[in-house]
Nanobody, 114 residues
Framework: VQLMESGGGLVQAGGSLRLSCAAS????????MGWYRQAPGKEREMVAT???????HYADSMQDRFTISRDSAKNIVYLQISGSKPEDTAVYYC?????????WGQGTQVTVSS
């Protein structure tokens, strides 16, 4: 099983970014997919999750500027970041869960300059 994140990079404050995560080698049905982030010196935190049925859940502080979506046919999950802020600087990880276990990607760096 491999999760490949892409779309990270450097963006100016106020700009937008779209992260993608493509899963391959999955033999079981995927239930939840999600995005997490870890800023320097901080613990990893949830950004947003989305169920197989499309129900979304966001961390309280991220509901306004982050949008999660998924293409279940292609096993891809997206995270749209709008109105980015320097405090959004972090490594963003995607995750997916089957009925057996969870999987994590290697992460993609997002840096927001002020």
């Amino acid at each position: 099983v491999q999760l490949m994140e892409s779309g990270g990079g450097l963006v100016q404050a106020g700009g937008s970014l779209r992260l993608s995560c493509a899963a391959s080698g999955i033999m079981s049905a995927i239930n939840d997919m999600g995005w997490y982030r870890q800023a320097p010196g901080k613990e990893r935190e949830m950004v947003a999750t989305i169920t197989r049925g499309g129900r979304t859940h966001y961390a309280d502080s991220m509901q306004d500027r982050f949008t999660i979506s998924r293409d279940s046919a292609k096993n891809i999950v997206y995270l749209q970041i709008s109105g980015s802020k320097p405090e959004d600087t972090a490594v963003y990880y995607c995750s997916l869960a089957t009925s057996v276990r969870s999987y994590w990607g290697q992460g993609t760096q997002v840096t927001v300059s002020s």
